[in-house]
């Protein structure tokens, strides 16, 4: 069965520090999301990507923040200058154009120091 | 997207049924219930949506009471390794897009 791939699964990296998560999305879905997992609490949206372009963002979402598909199978999320607040699981996700179900990937633990 | 209301945690012993109920008083015509499920630290997975009739998968049945404000996600052997947060989420349906908004759900532990 077709999932959604993250690398790496755990990331350290120090303040201040910029990180980049990445993520496969399955091959023939349209739509691309990135979510947020801070320990204990809900898993929160973050921004979608359609057409090479953000379609939507949250708050959360701020200047710090970028996504890119840089080769047309590898999906993006930068942070440029980490913070410790910013510790959580990312989770990638991807959906199908009449598709009902969007498919997250395993998540990447980012943990700032 | 309507609001939902479901209990904090349930349990279920193995091998039974495990009837998760989901109040969504405020649902429109054009909205859907779909339900996820989140297993320790693992990514969200969908289980099943529907309009108004019920659905079945070869997850889980999906009943929608016919003033459509509330719902039961029913999972009708459980197994130890459907012990996970069961989310469910009212939204129109879009096509395609996705934008999933998760509330705390409910915690389902599976007693052995």
């Known amino acids: 069965e077709p999932e959604v791939t993250q690398t790496p699964s755990h990331q350290v990296t120090q303040m201040g520090q910029e990180v980049i998560l990445r993520c496969v999305p399955i091959?023939?879905?349209?739509?691309f999301y990135w979510y947020r997992q801070i320990l204990g609490q809900k898993v929160e949206f973050l921004v979608s990507?359609?057409?090479?372009?953000?379609?939507?963002k949250s708050e959360i979402f701020d200047d710090q923040f970028s996504v890119e598909r840089p080769d047309g199978s590898n999906f993006t999320l930068k942070i440029r200058s980490t913070k410790l607040e910013d510790s959580a699981m990312y989770f990638c996700?991807?959906?199908?154009?009449?598709?009902?179900?969007?498919?997250f990937g395993q998540g990447t633990r980012l943990t700032v120091v | 997207d309507a609001k939902t209301t479901q209990p904090p945690s349930m349990d279920c012993a193995e091998g039974r049924a495990a009837n998760l109920p989901c109040n969504h008083s405020?649902?429109?015509?054009?909205?859907?219930v779909y339900w996820y499920r989140q297993i320790h630290s693992q990514g969200p997975q969908y289980i099943i949506h529907?309009?108004?009739n019920n659905e079945t998968n070869e997850m889980a049945s999906l009943i929608i009471t016919e003033d459509r404000k509330s719902s039961t996600l029913i999972l009708p052997h459980a197994t130890l390794r459907d012990t996970a947060v069961y989310y469910c989420?009212?939204?129109?349906?879009?096509?395609?897009?996705?934008?999933?908004?998760f509330g705390t759900g409910t915690k389902l532990q599976v007693i052995p």
């Open positions: 529907g309009l108004k």
């Open positions: 091959s023939n879905h349209l739509y």
């Open positions: 996700a991807s959906s199908e154009q009449g598709r009902a179900e969007a498919f």
């Open positions: 405020t649902i429109s015509g054009n909205e859907y």
């Open positions: 989420i009212v939204r129109a349906d879009s096509g395609g897009y996705q934008k999933v908004t």
């Open positions: 990507f359609y057409n090479n372009e953000i379609s939507e």
